[in-house]
Nanobody
Framework: QVQLVESGGGLVQAGGSLRLSCAAS????????MGWYRQAPGKQRELVAV???????NYADSMKGRSTISRDNAKNTVYLFMNAMKPEDTAVYYC????????????WGQGTQVTVSS
């Protein structure tokens, strides 16, 4: 059974920082692209950041310079550190595990709410 369990969401003031964690089980973690996405009310889900099995990363333009994604393959956990947070960062943040190819998969966590107050 695959599980992606996010934690670390909550209320933070503008300019503050937050670290999200996503613990994965039931997948070969080291072979998966691990991503963070977010969805604000009335908007489509969008990519925040992704980290690839080799450690390469990709960030949304809005998060470049304000966030860092990292992974710990020994703990099957991916992290997203965000700082200089803005009210427009308010959203539900979802963890994603994706693997391409014949044995591919695309799994989502249940989401964690992040609210940035002005």
């Amino acid at each position: 059974q695959v599980q992606l369990v996010e934690s670390g969401g909550g209320l933070v003031q503008a300019g503050g920082s937050l670290r999200l964690s996503c613990a994965a089980s039931g997948i070969i973690f080291s072979l998966n692209d691990m991503g963070w996405y977010r969805q604000a009310p009335g908007k489509q889900r969008e990519l925040v950041a992704v980290i690839f099995p080799g450690g390469g990363t990709n960030y949304a333009d809005s998060m470049k310079g304000r966030s860092t994604i990292s992974r710990d393959n020994a703990k099957n956990t991916v992290y997203l550190f965000m700082n200089a947070m803005k009210p427009e960062d308010t959203a539900v943040y979802y963890c994603n595990a994706r693997r391409y190819g014949p044995l591919g998969n695309n799994y989502w966590g249940q989401g964690t709410q992040v609210t940035v107050s002005s």
